[in-house]
């Protein structure tokens, strides 16, 4: 019998057995539930720092004079390195063993998080966030194919659940546990007025050092029977393809939309064919793709994506244009703008939790029904908005808030399921990076494009209308996605 194969003997106990054993596909089950809680931390910790620096932005602002540009970059270094490495960091776990490269972005996303948290200067700190960035996207995509590689049947549809609750809800708590960072300053007596913003990085590094001596202890190592070689040409127009797109529209408006921007939107529709044209190449040269054709064949893969996308350019636009809206139209406090999302992050728990057993006996309608909820919730949103602009708080705000997140709960996890039901187990890792990269794409172009959106307009219709026009957009998004989650095949499993 192989090594890889070789299991714990039935003797050991809890306190004396060492870690699991490397499995490969197609063994038992063996991701326990303290294994499973360390891999959806992993996944939280990266999205939650997606945006947890909305509502510090003004205060990195103040004590590092960044200016409009510098800011920008703060959050798109990390969404740009984190979208573009996501697919690399799977096929490297595929090939070095998940928990290997697991271990080594949680404590890679520490160091970072620290060199964050201290950077003296706004350049330093967009240079630490792009390193950020990369750190995660080594440790994410080995969450899903973990899940996929070593679950089985309920467990695994149980597993994905979380994994989507714990998605959607690490987006929304980001913001949460930033403005209370922001302004609690726990630090104060080091850092002075700087502590608050420092501290929505700092507080990474406790986080890490517990997941790093969790996933040693309980999460398996897994790895691809057949681990393919990384795709070079793939990889660097894949990177292409992602830059040409999201650099212009994350910078292009607070550089003034210079001549490089125009000329590198020219460029993305070439990208993305170039690279459309050599995976479908190395696809029939017998080679393995960064991203198979095969693997977008798949039904339930394709469509799953299809509303993926929209639903999180919408999301991530939404998160980002709240928070501004909320600090700088209304004047609302790090905090109070960070705990006027505390009704969406309650109402999307409870559909999570709600999702797995409705899914069982609707299938994918709870998708369409879910999308109808959310556009209800922008609706009342939005009239919550045009009408009560005037003293507008966190309590007037709640009723849109809470239903939107609700209709979110229903939709997001219940996707990801959809998204990697049908995906073979020996590949898991590219799976997991396609969806995540997919995902975290989308989220960058929604700040990029509702952003600048909302930025753009405010000048000249003001803060209120501005964020009603913009809700309105969001608007579509969700009617795209609940007319194309007609599609979806009607059986989850």
């Not at 960035?133 to 996929?148: D, E, F, K, R």
């Not at 997941?211 to 127009?237: H, I, M, Q, W, Y």
């Not at 999301?315 to 209304?330: D, H, K, N, P, R």
């Not at 879910?370 to 609706?379: E, K, R, Y």
């Amino acid at each position: 019998m192989s090594e890889s194969s070789v299991h714990p003997s039935p003797r050991a106990t809890p306190a004396t057995a060492g870690p699991e054993p490397v499995r490969h596909e197609g063994s038992a089950l063996v991701l326990g539930p303290l294994g499973l809680f360390t891999v959806l931390l992993g996944a939280a910790l990266p999205l939650i720092d997606f945006f947890i620096v909305n509502v510090a932005l003004a205060t990195i602002d103040r004590d590092l004079d960044a200016g409009a540009a510098l800011l920008e970059l703060v959050v798109a270094g990390y969404g740009l390195a984190y979208a573009v490495l996501l697919v690399i960091g799977g096929r490297l776990g595929d090939t070095m063993g998940r928990r290997r490269l697991f271990l080594i972005g949680m404590a890679a996303f520490g160091l970072t998080s620290l060199a964050c948290g201290l950077a003296p200067s706004a350049w330093a700190l967009v240079g630490a966030r792009v390193a950020q960035g990369a750190a995660a996207a080594l440790m994410l995509p080995q969450v899903l194919a973990t899940i996929q590689a070593a679950t089985r049947g309920p467990r695994r549809a149980r597993a994905m659940s979380l994994y989507g609750a714990t998605a959607g809800l690490s987006m929304v708590t980001g913001q949460i546990l930033g403005g209370a960072l922001v302004a609690a300053a726990p630090m104060s007596s080091v850092f002075g007025e700087s502590a608050g913003w420092r501290s929505v990085f700092l507080v990474n590094v406790p986080v890490a050092i517990v997941g790093l001596v969790l996933a040693a202890r309980a999460v398996p190592e897994t790895r691809s029977d057949r681990p393919a070689p990384v795709d070079v040409p793939g990889t660097l127009l894949l990177a292409l393809s992602l830059v040409t797109l999201l650099a212009p529209l994350t910078e292009g408006r607070a550089a003034g939309w210079p001549w490089w921007a125009w000329v590198s939107l020219g460029l993305f529709p070439f990208a993305v064919y170039a690279f459309f044209l050599v995976e479908r190449r190395a696809d029939r040269l017998g080679h393995v793709p960064l991203v198979p054709p095969s693997l977008l064949r798949l039904e339930s893969l394709r469509r799953g994506l299809a509303l993926v996308v929209p639903f999180s350019i919408g999301y991530g636009g939404f998160l980002f244009v709240i928070a501004v809206a909320l600090q700088q139209g209304l004047r609302l406090g790090p905090a109070a703008a960070g705990f006027s999302l505390v009704p969406m992050a309650l109402t999307f728990f409870a559909a999570s939790l709600a999702g797995p057993r409705l899914v069982r006996c609707y299938g994918a309608r709870v998708v369409t029904a879910g999308g109808l909820i959310q556009a209800v919730g922008v609706v009342v949103l939005a009239l919550t908005v045009h009408y009560t602009w005037q003293g507008l708080g966190p309590w007037g705000l709640s009723p849109g808030i809470a239903i939107a997140g609700l209709g979110q709960g229903f939709q997001l996890p219940v996707l990801f399921r959809i998204v990697l039901s049908d995906v073979p187990p020996q590949k898991a890792g590219v799976g997991g990076g396609v969806l995540t990269t997919a995902q975290q794409a989308a989220l960058a172009l929604g700040v990029a494009t509702l952003g600048t959106l909302f930025l753009a307009l405010v000048p000249g219709l003001g803060m209120r209308d501005a964020l009603v026009v913009t809700l309105l957009v969001q608007l579509a998004a969700v009617a795209l996605t609940t007319g194309l989650s007609l599609r979806l095949p009607r059986t989850v499993a």
